[in-house]
């Protein structure tokens, strides 16, 4: 009885110490799968800090470059013998409703504003925007832009010029390199006055010239500064 008694203890200590065991291995394997789960999650963690840096680095760089170059121009200006420059590149012709960075003052064509400024032989005593003037180079239009340096004559001598001639426009300048620039789509030249030979040169030229990029579009019913 007693030898049966015995026994039967060991058997339920052999089976204590067998739960025992086993619930200590469950223990390493939990704790090994808690670590390796942490391990994963770290590593995703960092992969992902590192992906979403990168793609912030990468999103700073398009807006920066985007910013830099929006105009969607290429180029650079080469002058002809007559002083005229011509913009031997790439000149975009994009809508758009944003400021652009052009990379000549002033423009001579590039992303523009859907809205002509009104170019019918208008004249502006305000500085207007490079975005929609632009737009009316692309119809065809001659702009006529001066700095403070420019003597008043020739200011009101190249008015008077402008106001008779359709498809051409004036206004002031400050951000450019000489007193009185006329410009057309990819072309630019500096003017001594408004007696220069090479006003009159200039509006034959490119007053709806061969430069043209939309001969005939309207010159009114556009922005009016």
Same mark, same amino acid.
């Given at each position: 009885?007693?030898?049966?008694?015995?026994?039967?203890?060991?058997?339920?200590?052999?089976?204590?110490?067998?739960?025992?065991?086993?619930?200590?291995?469950?223990?390493?394997?939990?704790?090994? %799968? @808690? !670590?390796?789960?942490? *391990?994963? +999650?770290?590593?995703? %963690? @960092? !992969?992902?800090?590192? *992906?979403? +840096?990168?793609?912030?680095?990468?999103?700073?760089?398009? *807006?920066?470059?985007?910013?830099?170059?929006?105009?969607?121009?290429?180029?650079?200006?080469?002058?002809?013998?007559?002083?005229?420059?011509?913009?031997?590149?790439?000149?975009?012709?994009?809508?758009v409703t944003t400021k652009v960075s052009y990379p000549m003052h002033p423009p001579v064509g590039g992303n523009h504003n859907p809205v002509w400024l009104n170019c019918n032989g208008d004249v502006y005593t305000e500085p207007v925007q490079d975005e929609n003037a632009v737009h009316a180079l692309e119809h065809g239009a001659v702009w006529v832009?001066?700095?403070?340096?420019?003597?008043?004559?020739?200011?009101?001598?190249?008015?008077?010029?402008?106001?008779?001639?359709?498809?051409?426009l004036m206004s002031p300048y400050a951000n450019q390199d000489a007193p009185l620039i006329l410009s057309a789509w990819g072309h630019q030249v500096t003017v001594k006055s408004a007696s220069d030979p090479e006003v009159d040169k200039f509006f034959a030229a490119y007053v709806q010239g061969r430069q043209t990029p939309e001969p005939g579009a309207s010159c009114t019913g556009g922005a009016m500064k």
């Open positions: 009885m007693g030898s049966a008694k015995n026994s039967s203890t060991a058997a339920r200590k052999a089976r204590v110490e067998d739960m025992r065991r086993a619930e200590r291995a469950r223990e390493r394997r939990n704790r090994v %799968l @808690v !670590v390796a789960a942490s *391990v994963v +999650v770290v590593a995703g %963690l @960092v !992969v992902g800090g590192v *992906v979403l +840096v990168d793609k912030q680095s990468d999103k700073k760089d398009s *807006v920066a470059s985007g910013d830099a170059k929006n105009s969607g121009d290429s180029g650079h200006f080469t002058t002809g013998k007559d002083g005229v420059r011509t913009w031997s590149g790439k000149l975009a012709r994009t809508h832009t001066y700095t403070a340096k420019a003597k008043k004559a020739d200011v009101d001598a190249l008015a008077a010029k402008v106001k008779k001639t359709p498809y051409s």
